[in-house]
Structures are given as C-alpha cells and as structure tokens.
C-alpha cells in the first residue's frame, strides 16, 4: 500500500460510499473531495464534510496506517490543525489534536473492492519501461490526449523555471533575460553553457551600443568567448577591437577560456565559432529580442527573422584561418526550429505564468503544433504502441510523459492509468 493508491481512491472515491461511517461511527458525507496539494502540508484543502448534522470546512490528510500521523509529527505542526477527516487505510489507534479533541477518522480498507488494489500493483510492477503497454491500444483517445496535455504543461513549467532563476539574477530584465536564453540556446546543448556565460559577461546593453557595426559586434563576442586567435588580416583586425572594448568595458576579467568550449566530435557547421557569428548578425538585425519574440503572432515572420546569415568571412571558414569545404548558407531550418521550440516556447509559457495572461501559453502552445515532431527512440516506442505523434507538441508531450510518469510509475497521476484502474 501506498499513500498515492489511497490518495487516487480519495480523488476519485473509489470505495463504498453508501452508509459512510467515521471510525467512531458518525455518519459522514462527502461533500467535496477538496483539492490535492502537491506542496508542503496537508494532502486535501478545500474539502467539505458533514458529521452527523455538523458541516465542517478544512483540510484531509491520507495515511496509511492512522499512527502515522504522530510518526510524521503532525501533532506539532500548525499546518495540521484545520484537518477536518483523516482518511486511513488502516484504522489502528485514535489520534488527537493539539487542543485534546479526536480527528474524525474515515478507514478505507473495509470499504475499498479488493480487486482495484490488485490492478494497481499488477500496472507498476509490470517490467515493461512504459508499464502499461499492452493495454493502451484500449484506452480512450480522450484519457490519452488529456494525459499527454498535463505532460506538456508540466515540461512548460519546468522549462519556464530556468527563465524565471535568469530572470532573478538579471533583476527583473526580461530583454537581458531572453538575449541570455537565445545565447544559450545557440550552443545547441553541446555549448549551451559556455555560450550563456559568454552572454551573461556582455550585457546586451554593451552590444547593443554598436548594433550598427558588425566587425565591433564579432570582436566583442569573439574575444570574450576567448576563442579569438590572430591568425589572418580579419583577426587582426578583430583583436585590435577587442583589445579597446576590453579595456572600455572592464571585460579581461570575465572572458572565457577556450576550453570551455567544445569542439570535438562537432560537424564544422556547428562550431560554436560560426554559431557566435550567427548570434552577431541577430544581435545587429533586432532591436528587441523580447519584443520580437512575444509580440510576434506569425511563426513564419519568427522563422524569417532568425533565418540570417553570418558575416562573409564565417560563410567561408568554421575557425580563424581554417576554411571549411563548402560555403555556409547561414542557420538552417532545423536549427532555426531548434532555436524556437527552446527559445520562444518556453519565454511565452514563463511569461504567461508572470503576467497571467493565458493568451500568451496559448500561442506557446499553438506554436508547438505548427512543428514537425522530432525523431526519437521514445518517439518510436509510443509510435510502436499506436500513439499518433506528428508535431513538436505531440512529441514533447510524450517525451515528458514517459521520462516523468511512466518510468517514475506516476500511473495514478496519469488519466491512462486511472482509465485502466476504472475498467
Ligand atoms: S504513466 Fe500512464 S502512460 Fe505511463 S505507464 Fe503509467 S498508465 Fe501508462
């Protein structure tokens, strides 16, 4: 037994609920389950309950076993105090409040069908990585799009809280916020962190300041990233640049060694060195990295306006003095996806949480569905199982799904597993 099982069986009132008698037995209607508290104190708020002819408004706390109330120490907690019903699987001794008074007790396991807990422990003992395999083909489509629903909100929120930590560090600046989260994002996980703390040691500000030159952009970024080598005229000229901004801006102190970067087993397209250029020429075209990405309401414009291309000399070499095989026609499309689906998705849905204006998760989300789904071997396991995925909202909604629920054996949490638990 788990307090998850008896959590679900309070959700869901998945016992008898006809002649309902507390442990001293007071008859007890249920009046409102009350809502479930994923954080710090008691499991239920909000319920309503009637005791004989008494209403009572408060909290529900779940246990196993009634005496685990005192074992987690809830006696001395305040938190606990407005607890109205404690719902127990196991009824093995009274427990009182502080002020003396005994808390109305509801024991499940005389009312619960045998049979349900039976199922839940043939589903999560399964040995299969997604537990429930052989019985999804029979689940409603409805549980399955609800489930993979509350599995991409849930990778959103998540997604949103590295937004919200920049955010704090940045003091509140969203545009600082969301040129550090697209900087990071040019490094294409690989580079991820090394090019968002080449971004938090130049301010945009700085940048921002010779937004009109290009050549002043590249040698601040360059030499910061401390990637910069005089091996040719265009370096030379680079490192004189730097060399002055360096020395304006207080910048020495801050600058990256090379070997924060990583530059093995990378393609020579995607070499940090060509993916800084490309973030130069985005820094000189966008006034406002914020304003583009949420007051733009066409994902086509947003793709436009990161489908750029690098400065001459990075369409010709991948490194100072290293030449590359074949011209460099600026981001591709699929990185320019990248960009998006890990850039802009995420600030809309962080934004929205912090403004509370829904409309802005909406096109987050409607955003994820004009996205082709990427190719996976989770991907393929769900598509093997039957799961239609076709976008980017369906494949992060089923990555989520089975990195956070099924492999956790989250299945109660889960509409497909309380389907199957029903049948
Ligand atoms: S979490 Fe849901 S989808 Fe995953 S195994 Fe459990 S019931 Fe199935």
């Not at 019985?135 to 590295?162: C, E, N």
């Amino acid at each position: 037994m788990t307090e998850s099982f008896i959590n679900y069986l309070w959700q869901f009132q998945q016992f008898d609920k006809s002649l309902l008698r507390t442990t001293r037995q007071e008859s007890l209607r249920i009046l409102k389950t009350g809502i479930l508290n994923t954080d710090a104190g008691p499991d239920f708020s909000q319920a309503r309950v009637q005791i004989e002819e008494i209403e009572w408004a408060g909290n529900i706390e779940i246990h196993i076993r009634a005496s685990d109330w005192n074992n987690h120490n809830h006696q001395t907690d305040a938190s606990y105090n407005n607890v109205i019903l404690h719902v127990v699987w196991e009824y093995d001794k009274p427990i009182v409040r502080a002020d003396g008074s005994e808390i109305p007790t509801l024991e499940l396991k005389p009312i619960t069908d045998g049979s349900l807990l039976h199922k839940y422990q043939a589903l999560v003992d399964n040995k299969n990585v997604i537990p429930c395999a052989a019985q999804f083909g029979g689940v409603s489509d409805l549980s399955k799009i609800a489930t993979l629903d509350k599995a991409l909100t849930k990778r959103l929120i998540q997604k949103a809280k590295l937004i919200e930590t920049l955010l704090a560090e940045n003091n509140g600046d969203w545009e600082e916020t969301t040129y550090q989260l697209l900087a990071r994002n040019f490094g294409f996980k690989l580079n991820s962190e090394a090019f968002l703390r080449l971004a938090q040691h130049i301010p945009l500000k700085v940048l921002q300041k010779h937004r009109d030159n290009i050549t002043q952009i590249e040698a601040i970024l360059f030499g910061q990233s401390g990637l910069l080598v005089d091996v040719d005229d265009y370096s030379k000229k680079l490192v004189q640049e730097y060399d002055f901004f360096a020395v304006k801006f207080s910048l020495k102190d801050t600058r990256l060694e090379p070997h924060e970067w990583k530059l093995l087993r990378t393609r020579p397209a995607n070499f940090p060195t060509i993916r800084i250029a490309q973030l130069a020429r985005l820094i000189t075209l966008q006034k406002s990295f914020f304003s583009l990405f949420t007051q733009t309401e066409s994902i086509d414009d947003l793709r436009k306006a990161l489908q750029v291309r690098q400065s001459e000399y990075w369409q010709e070499h991948y490194h100072f003095g290293k030449k590359l095989g074949k011209k460099s026609n600026g981001l591709g499309k699929d990185s320019v996806d990248n960009l998006l689906i890990n850039t802009v998705i995420p600030l809309l849905a962080c934004y929205a949480q912090k403004t509370d204006n829904l409309a802005y998760m909406d096109r987050a989300l409607a955003f994820l569905e004009s996205f082709p789904a990427e190719s996976n071997h989770i991907i393929d396991m769900w598509k093997n199982m039957g799961l239609s995925i076709t976008t980017a909202y369906d494949a992060q909604a089923s990555i989520e799904l089975y990195n956070n629920f099924c492999t956790q054996k989250k299945c109660l949490q889960c509409n497909v597993g309380i389907e199957l638990l029903k049948k």
